[in-house]
């Protein structure tokens, strides 16, 4: 299995961007795909998820901000980020797991390789 982060990039507080998580190698529907981040000197952290039915899940800090959704043609997990502030830069990973689909880090079986998104203020 093969994800594979893009869509990252600078923007200015208040901006927008929409990453994407690219997936090869297995049967999409057959697991849940989760988004984290990880800070410069900080531990990797749960941003939002959703399951191979379609259920989603969030942090609060991105509540009302940002959205996860799926495109099961192109077999991609987007997440749209608005209203971006400084505190959300960081590197954004994309994991999957073929049952797991809450907020612990280790509980999921792939990684990609992270997208850098930096907000300036």
């Known amino acids: 299995m093969e994800l594979v982060e893009s869509g990252g990039g600078l923007v200015h507080d208040g901006g927008s961007l929409r990453l994407s998580c690219t997936t090869s190698?297995?049967?999409?529907?057959?697991?849940?795909i989760g988004w984290f981040r990880q800070a410069p000197g900080k531990e990797r952290i749960f941003v939002a998820s959703v399951s191979r039915n379609g259920l989603t899940n969030y942090s609060d800090s991105v509540k009302g901000r940002f959205t996860i959704s799926t495109d099961n043609a192109k077999k991609t997990v987007y997440l749209q980020m608005r209203s971006l502030r400084p505190e959300d830069t960081a590197v954004y990973f994309c994991?999957?797991?073929?049952?797991?689909?809450?907020?612990?880090?280790?509980?999921?079986?792939?990684w990609g390789q992270g997208t850098q998104v930096t907000v300036s203020s």
């Open positions: 994991a999957a797991d073929p049952v797991y689909w809450g907020p612990v880090v280790s509980r999921y079986d792939y």
């Open positions: 190698g297995y049967r999409f529907d057959a697991y849940s």
